[in-house]
């Protein structure tokens, strides 16, 4: 099947109000022939009164290039629906794909028995190349557990965060070593940027793989020290 607009705007409704309580604001939503995104939630900026920035003018623009079954049609309609909920309300996300738009997707996908995915896409690797391709400088913590497995989590690069979670991590008795780098590889993108304290499990050999020439840094609890080469 190929998105035509009375299936679209038939779809934001009846998920409008399964899923988000009927509370998403009509919407124009249009056709195109774009190829490298099926969905898209487009709005402008505008500056108000005493330089604040808000969104409006929401549209949401479906691609007629791809013939796809009905339920994944209705995925890609949602899965928009979902950044017009996030974009609407002004809610800043960790990115695009962030924080709060993956909860709210892992939470539909839950409830509601869907496949939204972050790219429309479906194999892992169309999955991974849609993360953000542009290097970024983040702080990855590098953990080793009690039990010798290894995990990381990526925070951000800002003193008082990354003491917290370096001391928070230090004092569970789950956590034998933490180890902080500065990176720029790409790979790290994909993992949500905070300073809660969890990690993400990961193999020594993936790690090490991503930190070649990354920057060690020491920290005694108080301060990070930079190795100066
Ligand atoms: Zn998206």
Redesign the pocket.
Known sequence: MIFNHPFAVRTFNHFNKLCFGGKLPPVPIEMSNARRSLGQCVYRIVALPGGKKQKTDFRIRLSQVVDLPERELEDIVI?EMI?YYIDSNQFTDTS??GILFQDMMNRINATFGRNIT?SHKSTKEEREGAYDTRPHWHVIAVLTLSDGKKGIKVLPRVLPSILKYYNGVMASPQVSDVQLYMSNDIYFNRFPNSSSLKYHSLEDDVIKSHLVGAEKMECDGHQLFRHQS
Request: proline share 0%.
């Open positions: 899965h950044h695009t794909h972050i």
